[in-house]
């Protein structure tokens, strides 16, 4: 049974159909990868998962739950945490400040035991904090838990902002290009990380990624997207092997 | 310093107050405090009754434009609601103890109604409706002369706490100093609880607070009526600091002289917002002294307050976004480090406020 179903989802700004027709389905256990050249309408379709676009046409179904409609506040309470093309954290919060976001589906306290920070609230943040560390942790952020996100260098941002998504404890993670920007060493240890995240957290992965070393290495399936519709899907090297596939990247 | 930043327990990152030194610190500056009235005179302490009414407004202020991020220039007019509840339900017998916190929950009811549309709105076009909101209510009561007496103004009877009359300058300034501590520590709550964060995440990113479950309707709005009632709660006590009010004490320069308050103050800090109302309350008075020094042809000019907040307001801007607060840090930080420190390492970040909230 998949965790995501997206059926023939579309989406039109005037004239431009940015993405046409398209549907996969992610498994629970499983690293699915979009790829595609540049305005291919990967992000798009990120952004129409996370509800941050409205779809002309087509369903999207998470968990058995239709999410077509809902508000984009709501997609995160039922599991689904996401990181941005271009990093989009809280700038003037530490570290730590930015994963405990991460918990915010999980709060329970009322209005009253936060402005008198009671105790049942108390034991609310320890919980808070302890599984914020734990994924400060497994992101290797210790040193930076109590920095500002505004003095930090670009890898260890993007780094916080998986840990904010981790933070959420999902069912399903939207990447939006994990390794842009990383060094070679930084995008092998995310490699680890990814595997990880499948096979100890039991977290399925949906991303977009450019990183075609990256994505054979860590992807079960593959999606190739151009001009907004499926080129091709399958295994990572027969999707990288297509015809279609090198004619977009390359062209004829 | 060292023994703090060890930590062996989550329980350690709860608290308010991190250590000793700091506790006998909070201590020993709040007995300065309670201390002030049998140390200086009355017309000093009477500012000190201002900066603690306006740190209280400006908390308002920052928990919306420090805290969330929304703009708002109708701080005068949750002022004034708060002023003029507490004036009409005093001047037909309520005690101050219930009217204190009706004005509050007007305010507050008024916050969540300019919230609520509010919502499609950011940065100028925010501005432009809570100016006009504050135009509204200023005009509303001027009008509403049942209840405000209009221009002709409502004298406010004496507080009294549970039949305690505070009938003197002494009495008032504790009292004002009492409710701003509870405010502070309040807010303060606030702030390191879920619903500061998401204040935060909502000032620094919408789209990513969003994506990470915050429903920003419900958080803009809780925003607007915290900052609303704080704000309602100052009010209500500087109507009983000036005894006499009438509609023109709320006008468009109290709303600036808020903005300038958090600003100056230092965006986003809770010391900064008693930094910035003592700012306020002082520069006039600084302004006064040096009227004797300034030619005439300037000193007798009107408005030379107002120039003298707008330029300063620029300049805050311009050369020291962190505020007084801000300032404040780095000298600490430079003297903690006194003499290892290299001129590079305090200069500011360039960080302006985002234009895209404005």
């Not at chain 2, 009706?102 to 432009?128: D, K």
């Not at chain 2, 903005?259 to 809770?270: A, C, H, K, R, Y």
């Not at chain 2, 607060?325 to 903690?336: I, K, M, N």
């Amino acid at each position: 049974m998949a965790i995501l179903d997206v059926e023939n989802l579309s989406i039109r700004f005037g004239g431009l159909v940015a993405v046409d027709q398209v549907s996969f389905q992610v498994m629970p256990d499983q690293i699915f990868t979009i790829i595609g050249p540049n305005g291919a309408g990967k992000t798009t379709i990120f952004n129409l998962i996370s509800r941050l676009y409205e779809p002309t046409s087509g369903r999207i179904v998470f968990k058995g739950t239709d999410i077509t409609r809902r508000p984009p506040h709501q997609i995160a309470r039922l599991g689904m945490a996401r990181t941005f093309q271009n990093i989009e954290l809280f700038e003037h919060a530490t570290v730590l400040d930015n994963v405990l976001l991460g918990r915010h589906v999980h709060a329970r306290a009322g209005f009253l035991s936060q402005l008198c920070y009671l105790p049942s609230l108390r034991r609310d943040e320890k919980a808070f904090r302890e599984v914020a560390e734990g994924v400060i942790g497994f992101m290797d952020l210790e040193s930076y838990r109590r920095t500002p996100i505004h003095g930090l260098p670009y890898g260890i941002r993007k780094n916080v902002e998986l840990a904010r998504a981790l933070a959420l404890e999902p069912r399903l993670l939207l990447l939006d290009e994990p390794s842009s920007g990383l060094t070679p060493t930084e995008a092998r240890a995310l490699a680890y990380r990814l595997k990880a995240i499948r096979d100890r957290l039991g977290i399925a992965i949906l991303m977009v990624e450019h990183n075609l070393r990256l994505v054979s290495d860590v992807s079960d399936h593959v999606l190739a997207v151009n001009q907004g519709r499926i080129l091709t899907s399958g295994s990572s090297d027969a999707v990288q092997r297509h015809p279609d596939v090198v004619r977009a990247y390359i062209g004829e | 310093m060292a023994s703090n930043d060890l930590r062996i327990d989550h329980g350690q990152d709860l608290v308010l107050v991190p250590g000793r030194a700091a506790a006998l610190r909070w201590l020993l500056i709040g007995a300065l405090f309670v201390a002030l009235p049998w140390l200086i005179d009355e017309y000093f302490l009477s500012q000190f009754t201002f900066i603690c009414i306006y740190a209280i407004a400006g908390l308002g202020m920052m928990v919306l434009l420090g805290y969330t991020g929304l703009v708002s220039f109708g701080q005068a007019a949750f002022l004034a609601i708060g002023a003029y509840t507490a004036g009409a339900l005093e001047t037909a017998g309520v005690p101050f103890v219930v009217a204190l916190p009706a004005a509050g929950l007007v305010a507050a009811g008024a916050g969540v109604m300019i919230g609520l549309p509010a919502l499609r709105m950011t940065g100028l076009f925010l501005a432009i409706a809570t100016l006009s909101f504050a135009f509204i209510v200023e005009e509303v009561i001027t009008r509403w002369t049942s209840v405000t007496r209009g221009s002709l103004g409502l004298i406010m009877p004496d507080a009294t706490l549970f039949g305690w009359a505070i009938d003197s300058e002494r009495k008032f300034y504790l009292l004002c100093l009492g409710i701003l501590v509870l405010c502070l520590l309040g807010v303060a709550n606030l702030l390191r609880s879920p619903i500061g964060r998401a204040f935060i995440a909502i000032r620094d990113s919408r789209i990513a607070a969003q994506s990470m479950g915050v429903n920003l309707a419900i958080y803009q709005t809780l925003s607007f009526a915290i900052g609303a009632a704080l704000t309602g709660f100052a009010g209500a006590l500087l109507a009983h600091k000036l005894t006499f009010i009438t509609p023109e004490q709320f006008g468009i320069n109290v709303s600036i002289e808020m903005l300038t308050l958090v600003v100056v103050g230092g965006l986003g800090s809770l010391h900064g917002v008693v930094f910035g109302a003592a700012f306020i309350i002082l520069l006039p008075q600084v302004i006064a002294g040096l009227r004797g020094l300034l030619p005439d042809a300037i000193a007798n000019q009107t408005g030379i307050e107002t120039a003298a907040f707008g330029i300063i307001l620029i300049l805050f801007i311009i050369v020291e976004p962190g505020g007084i607060y801000g300032r404040w840090q780095s000298l600490r930080r430079y003297w903690s480090e006194f003499p290892f420190c290299k001129a590079g390492s305090f200069k500011r970040q360039r960080s302006f406020l985002k234009s895209e909230r404005w």
